[in-house]
C-alpha cells in the first residue's frame, strides 16, 4: 500500500453454547431470581486457525459461576487452555423484554469502556492483558418459551482521529526466511507454555534474526533495548487485508502508555495448532495521540454492539426443543415408534395413527388400560365418556387412576382420566364428558326426557367427530344405541366385554346400506362359502333376545362386576392392536375376517391377520379366534332396525329405550322365537311315535 | 473383545482403541483439529464409567452456500445504539457457516461406540433434524432410507444432559464384526482393537460425510485434500 488508509478492524463475532444459557437458567430460578446485578462472566477465544472462519468469542456453561457465592472468592478468571484465552467480562440480566429493550445501551458500552481505559491508565494491563478485549452481554431470558434474547458488546476505544495503516501484508513476506523461522519457533513454544491463555505480547527481533516473545509487562526493558520490536496479540480473524478487533484497544494501550504513534503489529493466526504465517499478517499503524487524551479525566469514546447480520440488532436463541421438557417428551415419544417402523415394520403408517381420533365409551378397566396402549402406539386424539366418579377401590385396577381422584367423594372419572393421561404424555389431546349412554329397559321418566334426547345427541356427534369408537361400559344394554349410532354413521367400533374369566374383543361389521346381504342365521365357527362378502357382525348377532336391563333384580354377588383383574389388561391390548391392524389394511373396516387357518392372500400383511372377534379364558389359557357374519334380525345394527332409526331417529330411540321388546318385535325376533317354541311343542307331541316313522 | 470377534468391545478397550485413533488422527497429519479425550467427569448416580470418558472433535465448518437471513425482532435505529465508527468493517450478506461438534461415546448396553452430533448456526442456535440432513452427503439421505444398519435418532447426551443426534448403535456390533473379520485371525487381540475405532470412523464418518484422512486406514503418507466436510456432491 502506497499511501496510508483508515485502518479497518473485523468486528469480534460471538458463539454462546447451549450450556451457557442453562446455566444461566438454572442461577436465574436458584439464585438470581429478580436480581439484575451484573454479572461477573468470562468469554474464550482462541486465533485464528482456519483460512475461511474466522475465531469467535465463545460463552461455555464455565463462563458463568455455578453459584454467585463462588464468584466473589474465586480467582477472577476461569482458567483457560491453549484454545481457550479468557477474557472478562460483565453480564447484565434483566427480568423483562421490555426492561431489556429499555436498557440504555450508550451508557453501559461506556461504562465498560471505562474500565478499560481506567486499566491501561493504571497498568493493569501490563499485568493482565485480556481486560483490553474486556466485554459486556445484556441479556433476557423467557423461561417459558425457553428463548433467550441477548447482545453482546466488544468495547473498542475510538481512537480520534482514526488509525491508519501505511503497510499490511502476510507475516512471510515481512520477516525474512532465517526471521520467519525463529519467529514460528517462538510463538510455538509461547503457546505450549503455561503462559499461553495471554493473547497480547511483544515479538523481539534482534539484529540476528533471532525472535523472542515477551510479557506486556516488560515494554519498557524491550524498548531500551533498541531491537525491532513489535506488538503481537491473537488475532481471531481470518480475512486477509484486515485485523481482527483486539488490535484497536492494543493500540490504544500502546499509543497511550508507550507513547508510540508508529506500530508495528502482528495479527497472530495458526494452522493446525501451529504458528501460519503466510496467514497471520504484519503491519504498520499510525496513530496520533490526541490532546484530550493527556486530560486525566477524559474517557475516550467507545463502539463495539455486535451486528445481527448487516444491522446493529440483538439476537434470539430458541432452546425449546432440547430444554423444553415437553417438547423433549415428544419428540423421544415419535422417535421411539420411528425406530420401531425402522427396525421392524417399514410399513407402519405413523401419520395416520397420530391422525385417528380415538373415542372411549367407558373409563374403566378396560377404558383406562385402552386409552394408555392407545398412546404408546402414538394415538394423540382420546376422548373418554363415563358417567362415573372415581372410587376406592378403582385405582387397584383402573390404571389411569390414584388415591387422590378416590377422595372428597371421588373426581368425575372422565376427568380424572384425562389429567392422569397428559400427566403421563403432555402431547396427548385428551377430553372428557361425564354423562349417562342411554340403555333399553332403562326406562326413560317423563321429566328425564329432555336430558336423555341431549345425551343421545351429545352421544351422536361425538361419534360423528371421531374415527374409531371403543365400546367399553360395564354393561350389555350400554352398548345397543353406540353400535347402532356407529353402524349408521360407518364408523368403526370396537368392543371389549369381559366375563369371570374369559373375554370377547371384537369389531362390528361396516355400516348398513339398503342392499346388504345379512345372514340369517348367526355366528359360525368356520368359514362358509361366500362368507366374506356378508357384512361382518355387531356385538348382538348372536343374540335372540334384545338388550334388556341385567342391573337390576340381580343377586348380590352378580350386581358386582367381578373379573380377575388379568382378563381386562390383555382385552384391551387386543383391542387396540385389532384397531392398528384394522388401520393398516388396505380395506380398513370393510376388511372381511380372517382365521389363523386362512390361506387368502390378506393374511399376508405385516401385521398378521385380521381377525373378527377374539374370544379367550383365562382358566384354560387359550383364545379363539371366531368369523361371524351380521344377523338379520338383530337389534342393534339390522337393515331393519337401521332404517327404522334413520326414519324416526330419536323418537325411535326412546321407543327402544321404553320398550324393548318392541326392538324384538320389529326385527321378527319375535316371531322367530314363536317359531322355535312351537316347534319345540311339536317334537314333544312326537315323542311317543316310532322312530322308525320320523325318520 | 469377546472372542472369537463379536463386533463389540469393552469400556477399556474402547479407551485403548480412541487412544489409537487419536494417534492414528495426528500421524496422519489430518487437516482436520485432532480428537480430544475428555475425562469423564463422575456422574450423579456414582457407578464408575469404565471408560473413563469420550472422544470429542468440536468445531467443524461446514459451509452453506446461500446467504445468511437477517432475522431482526425490532429495527433499532442506529444512532440509538451507537454513532457509525469508520474504522469498524462492516461485512453483510455473508455465506453461513453451520458448525458441528462430534463426541465418540462408549455404550455400555450395546458394548460398541456411538457417534453422538450437534450441528450449530453462527452464533450458538441449535440446528434442527431437517437442517442436520441436508448438510449431510447427498448419498447419506438415500442411505438412511434404505439401509438396516443406519438411524439417525436424537439421545440425550450422557454426559451432557442435552439431546444431541446420533447414529443408532444396534447394527454396529453386526457391522463391525463383519469389518473386521479379514483381520481376525492375522492379528493380535491388541492389534484388533487399536484398529477397531479407525475401522469404525472409516464407515461411520462417511455417513455424516466426515471424511477420515484418506491414510488412515491404510498407512500411506498421502494427505487429504478437503479440510472440511462438503454437503454438495
Known sequence: ?695 | MASPCDGTLSPTEFKFAAEALMKKWEECKSILHPWIWIPCPKLPFGAPDKAGGYLSLEHIHHFEFKKQQDCIEQKYSEEEVEALDSATLVLSGENETHYYNFHIIYSTSYKVPVLFFRGYHQGGQPLKCDEVEKDLPLYTSKLLEESKWTFITQEEHPYLNCPWFTLHPCGTSEWMRLLLQQRLYSSRPEDLCSHYLVAWFSVVGQVIGLWAPLNLVHCSSSSSSSDTFCSHT
Not at chain 1, 447482545?151 to 501505511?166: E, G, I, K, R
Not at chain 1, 372428597?408 to 385428551?430: M, Q, T, Y
Open chain 1, 1 to 695: 500500500m502506497a499511501e496510508s488508509t483508515v485502518l479497518q478492524f473485523s468486528p469480534f463475532q460471538s458463539h454462546v453454547e447451549e450450556g451457557f444459557w442453562k446455566r444461566l437458567s438454572s442461577l436465574k430460578l436458584n439464585t438470581l431470581g429478580l436480581d439484575e446485578t451484573p454479572v461477573k462472566i468470562t468469554g474464550f477465544y482462541g486465533p485464528c486457525s482456519h483460512a475461511q472462519v474466522s475465531s469467535h468469542l465463545y460463552l461455555l456453561d464455565e463462563s458463568l459461576p455455578a453459584n454467585l457465592a463462588e464468584e466473589s472468592s474465586s480467582s477472577e478468571m476461569v482458567l483457560g487452555n491453549r484454545n481457550r484465552c479468557p477474557i472478562p467480562g460483565t453480564l447484565y440480566n434483566t427480568n423483562t423484554l421490555e426492561s431489556f429493550r429499555g436498557l440504555d445501551k450508550q451508557s453501559l458500552i461506556r461504562k465498560e469502556a471505562k474500565k478499560i481505559w481506567e486499566e491501561i491508565c493504571s497498568g493493569r494491563v501490563e499485568a493482565a492483558c485480556a481486560v483490553l478485549s474486556r466485554f459486556l452481554v445484556i441479556s433476557y431470558a423467557d423461561l417459558k418459551k425457553w428463548t433467550f434474547h441477548y447482545w453482546f458488546a466488544f468495547p473498542a476505544l475510538v481512537l480520534n482521529p482514526s488509525a491508519l495503516v501505511s503497510k499490511l501484508q502476510p507475516a512471510s513476506e515481512w520477516f525474512n526466511l532465517e526471521e520467519g523461522k525463529s519467529l514460528s519457533e517462538a510463538c510455538n513454544e509461547w503457546r505450549k507454555s503455561s503462559l499461553t491463555a495471554v493473547p497480547f505480547f511483544l515479538v523481539i527481533i534482534t539484529a540476528d534474526s533471532h525472535v523472542t516473545l515477551r510479557p506486556l509487562k516488560d515494554w519498557e526493558t524491550c524498548q531500551r533495548d533498541g531491537h525491532k520490536l513489535l506488538f503481537g496479540f491473537y488475532d481471531p480473524c481470518h480475512l486477509p487485508s484486515n485485523p481482527g478487533w483486539p488490535l484497536r484497544n492494543f493500540l490504544a494501550f500502546i499509543c497511550s502508555r508507550c507513547k508510540i504513534e508508529k506500530i508495528q503489529f502482528l495479527c497472530y493466526r495458526e494452522r493446525h495448532g501451529l504458528a501460519d504465517l503466510t496467514h497471520s499478517l504484519v503491519g504498520e499503524a499510525l496513530v496520533s495521540i490526541s490532546q484530550e487524551w493527556k486530560n486525566p479525566q477524559f474517557i475516550p469514546e467507545a463502539v463495539g454492539w455486535e451486528r445481527n447480520g448487516s444491522k446493529l440488532a440483538p439476537r434470539r436463541i430458541d432452546l425449546a426443543t432440547s430444554m423444553d421438557p415437553i417438547r423433549l417428551a415428544m419428540s423421544a415419544a415419535d422417535l421411539n415408534l420411528k425406530l420401531m417402523r425402522w427396525r421392524a415394520l417399514p410399513s407402519l403408517n405413523l401419520d395416520k395413527l397420530s391422525a385417528t381420533k380415538c373415542l372411549l365409551l367407558g373409563a374403566g378397566t378396560l377404558g383406562c388400560q385402552v386409552a394408555r396402549m392407545l398412546m404408546a402406539w402414538g394415538i394423540k386424539k382420546i376422548t373418554l365418556v363415563d358417567n362415573g366418579r372415581v372410587s376406592m377401590s378403582n385405582p387397584l385396577r383402573q390404571s389411569l387412576y390414584t388415591l387422590e381422584d378416590c377422595l372428597n367423594g371421588g373426581d368425575w372419572k372422565a376427568d380424572a382420566a384425562v389429567r392422569s393421561l397428559k400427566s403421563i404424555f403432555p402431547g396427548v389431546e385428551a377430553e372428557g364428558f361425564t354423562f349417562a349412554i342411554p340403555m333399553p329397559g332403562h326406562p326413560v321418566q317423563a321429566k328425564e326426557t329432555a336430558g336423555v334426547l341431549e345425551d343421545c345427541r351429545r352421544l351422536q356427534n361425538l361419534i360423528s367427530s371421531h374415527d374409531v369408537i371403543f365400546l367399553l361400559t360395564d354393561t350389555r344394554e350400554s352398548r345397543w344405541l353406540p353400535t347402532l349410532l356407529c353402524t349408521n354413521a360407518n364408523k368403526l367400533a370396537i368392543t371389549a366385554a369381559l366375563g369371570f374369566d374369559s373375554y370377547v374383543v371384537m369389531r362390528h361389521g361396516a355400516g348398513v346400506s339398503a342392499d346388504d346381504k345379512d345372514a340369517s342365521f348367526s355366528v359360525c365357527s368356520s368359514g362358509i362359502e361366500g362368507h366374506e362378502s356378508r357384512r361382518l357382525g355387531c356385538y348382538f348377532c348372536n343374540d335372540v333376545v334384545a338388550p334388556n336391563d341385567s342391573t337390576s333384580n340381580r343377586t348380590l354377588d352378580q350386581q358386582c362386576t367381578v373379573t380377575r383383574p388379568g382378563l381386562a389388561p390383555i382385552a384391551s391390548a387386543l383391542a387396540v392392536e385389532l384397531m392398528i391392524g384394522i388401520l393398516h389394511h388396505p380395506e380398513g373396516m370393510n376388511a372381511p375376517g380372517e382365521m389363523a387357518s386362512s390361506i387368502s392372500e390378506s393374511s399376508s400383511q405385516p401385521l398378521g391377520i385380521l381377525p373378527h372377534q377374539i374370544r379367550g379364558s383365562l382358566s384354560q389359557f387359550s383364545q379363539m379366534v371366531l368369523v361371524g357374519s351380521s344377523f338379520n334380525r338383530c337389534t342393534a345394527c339390522s337393515n331393519l332396525v337401521v332404517s327404522e332409526y334413520r326414519r324416526r331417529e330419536l323418537e325411535f330411540v326412546i321407543q327402544a329405550l321404553n320398550h324393548p321388546n318392541y326392538l324384538e318385535d320389529l326385527t321378527g325376533l319375535t316371531e322367530l322365537m314363536d317359531k322355535a317354541r312351537s316347534f319345540n311343542l311339536d317334537w314333544e307331541e312326537d315323542d311317543e311315535t316310532d322312530i322308525e316313522t320320523v325318520l
